[in-house]
């Protein structure tokens, strides 16, 4: 115990010593976790949000441009018949158009200059989780479609698994993404210790020369690069999670279904990120001292 209170006596006093240097490579070891941090985040909301729409189901039936009114009653009969459907409402052309206008907000001025309204009038269903067990949604959509009045339906799973195409290849692009900054952290760190090392060059030969051990010597340096990693991953998280704060009120909805509700990093994100930073700074720190004793024996 105290051969360890030393080591930890020794490793803050060169941190001490060093201060400048330390306090740029911790800053630049918090942006770059804190960039993959964010990463991770994106995708962990991105998941929840396919669960969440993955335990729903919405279909959108879209009119034909100048439907009479008794082929929209014949329409609604047949979506109040469909078993487990729930009919949300009916959205006329103008009702669209003003909930685009609120959607665009102070852009809402580009479609001022629309001699007609583009905007198709629709019902919007909606089926539970209980009751779309057993559920032929594509035989309903084919069916709808054939009906006189209905120009396309389109139902939340086609956009869900045409989303998770596109999550696929950016969580392919955030894979390449964090290892090249992970291989930052182990350069920014790896330079850091190398300069505290030959800083306290003649301390460290003095050291061998009265018998010293090599790990007695490495493992305040060691030290070092753990705690740069770890306080890195700390203040990248605490970061991430005050804009998180800020944030997480916001819920945008479509159709009563949660399209995006913010959620943070669950506690075993937060422990990797903290051991990412700690076996950076340990990997870092290995690979520079190394290469020390390498030239020292040489």
Sequence with gaps: MRLWVRYFRYAFANISNNRLVHVVSTGTITITLLLFSAFVLFFANIDNWVLEWGQSLSMSVYLKQGVDEKAKQKIKSVLVGI???KLERFVSKEQAMEELKE???S????????????LPASFEVAFGAPE???????????KL???????EVQYSEQWLKRFEGLVSMLRIAGLVVGGLLCVAVLFIITNTIRLAIYSRRDEIEIFKLVGATDWFVKVPFLIEGSLQGVLGAVIALGVLFSTYSLLSSKTIQVF?????HLVFLPKGHVIFIISLGLVLGLMASFIAIGRFFKLFYY
């Design 83 to 85: 078993p487990g459907a």
């Design 103 to 105: 959607t665009l907000g």
């Design 107 to 118: 852009q809402a001025g580009l479609l001022d200059g629309l001699n007609t309204n583009p």
């Design 132 to 142: 779309r067990a057993g559920i032929d949604i594509e035989k309903i959509k084919k």
């Design 145 to 151: 479609e054939n009906m006189p009045g209905v120009d």
């Design 256 to 260: 009563g279904l949660p399209l995006l």
